[in-house]
């Protein structure tokens, strides 16, 4: 008989191993993790890790004959910077791969007889503003404002969000096969800020690692203008949104894609935070013209609102705690 699992892609990235460590310890679930990387060491035994690429579909044929996926989150992707450099690159990890795992998702649906619950994050990079003035207006965007991305990797997300609601609502609306029952839903994340991984490759790092930088007593040169605003959220939040999501009544939802965020900050108010805890820090200001653009057109703020109604979406940490009570204390053990 296949074993019940659920498929996280991209484990070894920064949410990978978050959602790793959270959804094993509770010990009720069989994990079967993907991607081009080993685990950390910290995460050894917390799953069936295989080392893969989310392009061969001869190994997801393989690992069907031995599991029933009934839930699969698909996080694998490369990010906004990396994407820039090689485009047609990220066009295939992005979309075909996510592609190939809504194929996997349709296959064992029907297999299965049952949903396969399908969690994608997508991200503010989905949006592009058109210019200062109109960021500074529409501050907290809603999910269908502005869905006009400027980079590569917010065109695949945005558009694996459509495929994602096509796979789910009309796969081969006129075949006469067995249907398949995929029940997608994505969360649009601001940027990301975890205490145990720095990000690499994406275009809101320039927070996490003027924070990283700070707690290592290293110097940091930011590669965006002090006034440059986008919205934030603490690794354990965006754990917790996906997993409430995750766990929803599909009844309750009244779309497949929401908006999730904790707080907005300048990149000014950012090293203020940083300087607060590690007062030492040397932060200085050299804006990247090509980077500085990406960040200027992403929104300032996110409007969360539907998700606050229809799943009951709260973050735990505003900035204060997010800094006080997670990152700091976490990053100071790691490096001391
Ligand atoms: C990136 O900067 O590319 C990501 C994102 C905002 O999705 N962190």
Wanted: aromatic share 12%.
């Amino acid at each position: 008989m296949r074993k019940k699992a659920i498929l996280i892609t991209g484990a070894a990235g920064e949410i990978g191993q978050a959602l790793v460590e959270y959804i094993s310890t509770s010990g009720e679930y069989t994990l079967l993790t993907l991607d081009l990387q080993k685990m950390p060491e910290r995460l050894n035994g917390r799953s069936h890790h295989i080392i893969g690429d989310i392009l061969d579909q001869k190994l997801f044929a393989r690992l069907v004959t031995e599991y029933e996926l009934d839930t699969i989150f698909h996080l694998a992707a490369l990010l906004s910077t990396r994407s820039e450099f090689s485009p047609e690159l990220a066009h295939q990890v992005n979309v075909n791969g996510t592609l190939n795992l809504l194929q996997l998702a349709a296959d064992q649906s029907q297999q299965r007889g049952k949903p396969v619950r399908f969690m994608f994050p997508s991200s503010i990079a989905a949006y592009g503003l058109p210019d200062l003035p109109t960021k500074a207006r529409d501050f907290y965007v809603r999910e269908w404002d502005w869905n006009y991305p400027t980079t590569m990797y917010g065109c695949n997300k945005l558009y694996c969000e459509q495929l994602g609601s096509y796979y789910s609502q009309n796969y081969q609306q006129l075949a006469e096969t067995i249907p398949t029952m995929i029940d997608f839903r994505s969360v649009r994340f601001p940027g990301l800020i975890s205490a145990l991984t720095v990000p690499s490759g994406g275009t809101s790092d320039y927070g996490p690692e003027m924070l990283h930088a700070a707690a290592q007593g290293q110097p940091y040169r930011c590669f965006v203008r002090e006034d440059s605003t986008i919205p934030f959220m603490a690794m354990p939040d965006a754990i917790v949104s996906l997993l409430r999501l995750w766990e929803a009544p599909r009844s309750a939802l009244s779309r497949l894609v929401y908006n999730v965020t904790s707080f907005s900050l300048s990149a000014a108010e950012f090293m203020a935070e940083v300087q607060r805890h590690f007062p030492q820090a040397q932060i200085s200001f050299e804006p990247d013209h090509h980077r500085q653009g990406i960040v200027d057109s992403w929104p300032a703020g996110l409007n969360d609102k539907l998700a606050r109604q229809d799943w009951g979406w709260q973050p735990e940490y505003d900035v204060a705690r997010a800094f006080d009570d997670y990152l700091v204390p976490n990053i100071r053990q790691m490096y001391h």
